[in-house]
C-alpha cells in the first residue's frame, strides 16, 4: 500500500521561505523518480521540481534558482523535501508530492499562501 502525505506549507510573505516535506511509504518510492507538483487556484497541476532515485534534479523555469528538491530514502519510505527561496505570490498554491512517470492517488497537499 503507498500513501504520499505532504507537510510544512503555510502563509508567508513575498521574498519569504519554506519549506515543505513529503512522506511517501511504499518501498517503490526509493526506485522512483519523484517530483512536487504546484496546483494554482483554478489551475491545472504541474510539476515544478523532480528527483532521480540517483538524486539528479530538474526544475521548471518558474522555479529554477529559487527552489531546491531533496530526498532520503529509508526502508520502504522515501522522505522528499522542497526547500522554497525567495516566493512569488504566484506561487501561491497547493503543493504535492508524486511519482513522476506514474501518479499514484494524491495525498492532501499542502497549502501554500505567498501573500503581504
Known amino acids: 500500500q503507498v500513501q504520499l502525505v505532504e507537510s510544512g506549507g503555510g502563509l508567508v510573505q513575498p521574498g519569504g521561505s519554506l519549506r515543505l516535506s513529503c512522506k511517501a511509504s511504499?518501498?517503490?518510492?526509493?526506485?522512483?523518480?519523484m517530483g512536487w507538483y504546484h496546483q494554482a487556484p483554478g489551475n491545472q497541476r504541474e510539476l515544478v521540481a523532480s528527483?532521480?532515485?540517483?538524486?539528479?534534479?530538474?526544475?521548471a523555469d518558474s522555479v529554477l534558482g529559487r527552489f531546491t528538491i531533496a530526498r532520503d530514502n529509508a526502508e520502504n519510505t522515501a522522505n522528499l523535501y522542497l526547500q522554497m527561496n525567495n516566493l512569488k505570490p504566484e506561487d501561491t498554491g497547493v503543493y504535492y508530492c508524486?511519482?513522476?512517470?506514474?501518479?499514484?492517488?494524491w495525498g492532501q497537499g499542502t497549502q501554500v499562501t505567498v501573500s503581504s
Open positions: 511504499g518501498s517503490i518510492y526509493s526506485l522512483e523518480t
Open positions: 508524486n511519482r513522476v512517470t506514474i501518479n499514484d492517488p
Open positions: 528527483i532521480t532515485a540517483s538524486g539528479w534534479t530538474s526544475y
